[in-house]
């Protein structure tokens, strides 16, 4: 191997940089080319599966994350494979393909994957309670209180006919709640999600059998996970007092 001759501290300067950027773009390379490429990727459960039971048992959190969210992962990245997705994150494909008909199937497992990670960070064991800060401000400002959100949200999951999910979104700088069916999601819409429940009957029926309202209570009272939320809000919108 040719020892290279010293120059100037300059010129080593910017080969090593060079060097260091012909590294990263061969690693990415591969990366590309291999397993690694994967746009959508299984997120870890931040919690054990039974950690949120009684109000969401084991049982179904197992299924739901085991099966649902995974199969949705695994269709989401079979459909992204090779067909002009390559290099895009899971939010621009969704972004891509929302609203074109052609592409229902790529949108509904890419949303559905997206959709379930956000989900599952939205809760946690012994959550619950009422928001503070800002987002409590928020609140208040955009539905009167934290009880009337609450009860406008637990309409609104009553009210979604079918599958779907419920979210409170930001909304050009104000909270909103809204309603999507099936795997529709605010990414689709240029709204900010911030907190959501999953509607659909797989999240709740072993549990709750046909009580949705009472699925999605439990939700608020025992597993929201504020402070996660108030973080989506803070990174939306860091110039807000
Ligand atoms: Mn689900």
């Not at 060079?18 to 397993?35: E, I, K």
């Not at 621009?92 to 990670?117: E, L």
């Not at 009957?201 to 009272?221: G, I, M, P, T």
């Amino acid at each position: 191997m040719a020892t290279i001759p010293v120059i100037n501290p300059r010129l080593i300067v910017h080969s090593s940089v060079l060097a260091a950027c012909a590294l990263a773009a061969l690693f990415l390379l591969q990366c590309g080319s291999g397993v690694g490429s994967a746009i959508f990727v299984m997120e870890p459960l931040p919690y054990s599966q039974d950690a949120l039971a009684p109000a969401i048992s084991a049982d179904t959190m197992g299924f739901h994350y085991n099966k649902h969210y995974a199969g949705y992962v695994k269709k989401a990245n079979e459909l992204t494979k090779g067909i002009g997705f390559s290099g895009r994150s899971a939010e621009a494909v969704i972004q891509m393909t929302a609203g074109d008909a052609s592409k229902a199937a790529v949108f509904n497992n890419a949303a559905q994957a997206w959709n379930h990670a956000y989900f599952f960070k939205c809760l946690k064991p012994g959550g619950g309670g009422a928001p503070e800060g800002l987002l409590a401000e928020m609140i208040d400002e955009s539905f009167g209180g934290f009880t009337d959100f609450k009860k406008l949200f637990i309409t609104a999951a009553k009210d979604q006919f079918g599958s779907g999910w419920v979210w409170l979104v930001l909304d050009e700088g104000k909270l909103a709640v809204v309603t999507g069916a099936n795997a529709d999601t605010p990414l689709a819409h240029g709204l900010i999600p911030l907190f959501t429940v999953d509607v659909w009957e797989h999240a709740y029926y072993l549990d709750y059998q046909n009580r949705r309202v009472d699925f999605v209570k439990s939700v608020l009272d025992n597993l929201a996970n504020w402070d996660f939320v108030a973080d989506q809000l803070e990174k939306a919108q860091p110039s807000k007092e």
